[in-house]
């Protein structure tokens, strides 16, 4: 059972794009419909969607929220220009996430380790390693007979730097290095496939205010960033059709309040959109109930969608605006993140969340919920997911955690 829901897993991931093709677009509706009529979801489609999973537990349990937060070294994942902002000199932190665990596939898993330093007060350099592994998957032809033993994996390298630019404001450069090896050396549907790669870059903004808000002192935080622009890619040898990775922009902010010495809550609120083209219908349902060729699907006739074959940032800048359903269909294009936190003397926190996206562009929506413990130099994250939609995702009912570490401590008791 184990390998069968991992090869349907690959195969979605390399056919998926082609059954697109089959779609049909009511103007009227302004949506992709389904034989009767009714509109069914249009996801924007990317390569490495792994690039997009939260990495770590304090987000996760906050529904995903996180450019704006006070900064810890998973700052890297969400918007490095936090880091500078971060209170201890340096961090680390550690996160392990169970992957489809609803479907008894225990050797799926997502790895992710970040560090920041913070060079002077100004300064702070951070890195970051994802790995995702699908276990081991014994492969087979259309006939049931063996093709061998395959480990697919996906990872990631990061290397960021931020700086403040005055006292509240501060931006950042992350670059980074993309692999996904699926099914390097087999043979899918006639087609011989390869390891992908690609270089992308992340750049953010982070503004940071000290505020009074009903007799509370407090901080507002507001985020903006840009992540994983990068190169196109592809894996197969002929190149030519290249996948987007997910190129995403952010906005979000953050509100903490001090209810006192001990008590503080924090309220975050992010907002997401893929920066990649939307797909296009091949057919046009016309008012008659007949179907008709769409004519934006394939203008050079060379039986390639042109919404894939669009470069980089042609793909990325038409993306605010190159929906079928108009601006209605790119609002619901934008996910919704939002989440609480509550700590009590900075060493138990207790969080809770909620995720939300359309029912036309993937339909996830769920809540979260976790707490936290820090003491000295060690904390622990923890969360947990809960579904409200009828779509399953992969980390239904699942527990996942962060470790994270201050080094700084063990410098101020050296006396320095």
């Given amino acids: 059972m184990n390998n069968m829901m991992k090869n349907l897993f690959l195969s979605i991931i390399f056919v998926f794009p082609v059954l697109l093709s089959g779609q049909v677009f009511s ?27 939260t990495p770590d537990a304090r987000s996760g349990a906050m529904g995903d929220a996180g450019l704006a937060l006070t900064p810890d070294a998973n700052a890297m994942h969400f918007n490095a220009s936090n880091l500078v902002f971060a209170e201890d000199q340096s961090g680390f932190s550690f996160t392990y996430t169970p992957w489809l665990r609803n479907l008894n596939l225990d050797d799926i898993f997502l790895l992710y380790v970040s560090g920041f330093y913070k060079l002077d007060e100004n300064q702070a350099i951070g890195g970051g390693i994802r790995f995702f592994s699908l276990g081991d998957i014994d492969f087979t032809d259309n006939q049931g007979g063996s093709l061998g033993t395959g480990r697919p994996r996906e990872g990631e390298f990061s290397i960021a730097y931020a700086r403040k630019l005055g006292d509240k404001l501060s931006a950042s450069l992350t670059g980074k290095y993309v692999f996904s090896n699926l099914a390097s ?7 011989d496939i390869n390891t992908a790669s690609a ?47 997910p190129a995403n922009f952010g906005l979000g902010t953050a509100l903490r309040l001090d209810l006192d010495q001990y008590n503080s809550l924090t309220f975050a609120l992010d907002f997401n959109k893929l920066m990649i083209p939307t797909p296009i219908a091949l057919k046009i349902l016309n008012p008659d109930g007949t179907l008709s060729d769409n004519p ?17 940032f042609s793909g990325m800048l038409g993306s605010f605006g190159d929906a079928q359903g108009g601006l209605r269909e790119e609002m619901k294009e934008i996910s919704i993140s939002f989440g609480a936190e509550y700590w009590y003397d900075k060493q138990f926190a207790f969080r809770g969340g909620y995720y ?3 029912s036309e562009k993937g339909n996830r929506r769920f809540f979260t919920v976790g707490a936290g413990i820090k003491y000295n130099v060690f904390g622990i994250n923890l969360s947990y997911l809960i579904p409200t939609s009828v779509i399953p995702n992969p980390l239904d009912n699942t527990l996942r955690f ?11 008791d050296s006396g320095e």
């Fill in 27 to 53: 103007p009227p509706k302004g949506c992709v419909v389904d034989n009767n009529g009714d509109c069914i979801s249009n996801t924007l489609l990317t390569a490495v969607p792994f690039l997009r999973i």
């Fill in 356 to 358: 939300y996206e359309s």
């Fill in 296 to 312: 934006d699907y394939d203008k050079n006739d060379n039986d390639i969608a042109d919404y894939r074959e669009k470069s980089l």
């Fill in 185 to 191: 050396g087999l043979n899918v549907m006639g087609v």
């Fill in 199 to 245: 270089f992308a870059a992340d750049f953010g903004l982070n503004y940071r205010t000290k505020t009074n808000l009903g007799g509370y002192k407090g901080e507002w935080s507001y985020g903006l960033a840009l992540t994983n622009i990068g190169s196109k890619i592809s894996y197969t040898r002929d190149n030519l059709v290249k996948d987007f990775i």
């Fill in 402 to 412: 962060s470790l994270l570490f201050d080094f700084s401590v063990f410098q101020g």
